[in-house]
């Protein structure tokens, strides 16, 4: 049964602890200020944050309909062993792409009131507009001519395609990893098992560039994988980042030493979130104007809270 709370559960992610390295009062409205605020009898500040939190940006959203559409044709080919081609995935993003700018130009009302289930592109929020900048239009329109491409020619896409011994796991899933008492939160793009080689292999999908903080990301799936299925050692896993804008397929075999610093950073990170709390015990944050703003105003311009700071 859904219980209304004062304050939210705590949890932790890697994307909550990159936010509060980035900004702590981007880092308080996204996980306090905005709780409860679906809500109707909501206060007006926390109704502001929860749907300024639901804001997305071309570069996210783009990336998120890759997913969805990945993660369809997926499942569709597990159970029908057919793949569409390249143009009509191409023409399933575009049609998304367009639903989502239809949104944020015309059923401004329709966020107002669910900003859950309407999108809301920041870029047409804060500019004002009813128009995209082309730079950025520039950018997603050669992403999306070339990700489909690198989708159904990755090394993933082969091996599911041509390797009868795979057997299929799961998807696009929140899963909860425990970590002692802390819950901490992973998706996966996909997890399958290569019965020929006895080999896990756990696959990231990016439309994005490469990032120094992927390994991080990819440890937390091992040790999702680790705590959830029998297998047998780490070396049994490999973990396989498919870089859809550059087309590279990268693997990567952790070891337990990378494994306990990931476990070292959650650990030093939940102190670092714990000294924002009044009480630990109920997950109370300290008042707003503890969590101070970063002192790069630049990065502000592209907060989804930037009016909460700056509405004067």
Request: proline content about 3%; some cysteine; overall charge negative.
């Amino acid at each position: 049964m859904f219980e209304i709370k004062t304050y939210p559960e705590f949890s932790w992610s890697l994307s909550r602890h990159k936010t509060l390295m980035h900004c702590a009062r981007q880092y308080a409205h996204q996980y306090y200020t905005s709780h409860n605020g679906w809500l109707r009898d909501a206060n007006p500040t926390s109704k502001q944050a929860y749907r300024l939190k639901n804001l997305t940006n071309l570069e996210m959203f783009f990336g998120s309909v890759v997913h969805d559409v990945i993660d369809q044709v997926i499942d569709d080919y597990l159970n029908t062993g057919y793949i569409p081609g390249e143009e009509a995935l191409r023409e399933q993003v575009r049609q998304e792409l367009n639903k989502g700018f239809v949104d944020s130009t015309k059923r401004y009302n329709n966020w107002w009131q669910r900003p859950k289930k309407t999108t809301m592109f920041h870029e047409i929020y804060y500019g004002n507009t009813t128009q995209l900048p082309s730079e950025k239009v520039d950018k997603i329109t050669h992403r999306l001519h070339v990700t489909m491409n690198h989708f159904l020619t990755s090394q993933t896409m082969k091996e599911l395609a041509y390797n009868e011994q795979i057997e299929f796991l799961e998807a696009e899933k929140f899963r909860i990893l425990q970590v002692g008492q802390l819950k901490v939160f992973v998706v996966l793009d996909l997890l399958y098992k290569d019965l020929d080689r006895n080999k896990w292999i756990i696959v990231d999908w990016k439309t994005g560039k490469q990032s120094e903080e992927d390994p991080y990301q990819l440890a937390l799936y091992v040790l999702y994988i680790l705590q959830t299925y029998d297998v047998g050692s780490l070396d049994d896993v490999i973990i396989r980042n498919e870089y859809l804008l550059e087309g590279e397929s990268v693997e990567h075999q952790l070891d337990p030493v990378t494994l306990e610093k990931v476990q070292e950073l959650i650990g030093t990170s939940v102190e670092w979130m714990t000294k924002y709390l009044e009480d630990a015990s109920e997950n109370q944050p300290l008042p707003l104007e503890s969590f101070p703003q970063t002192s790069d105003q630049r990065a502000c311009t592209y907060c989804n809270f930037y009016e909460l700071c700056f509405s004067q």
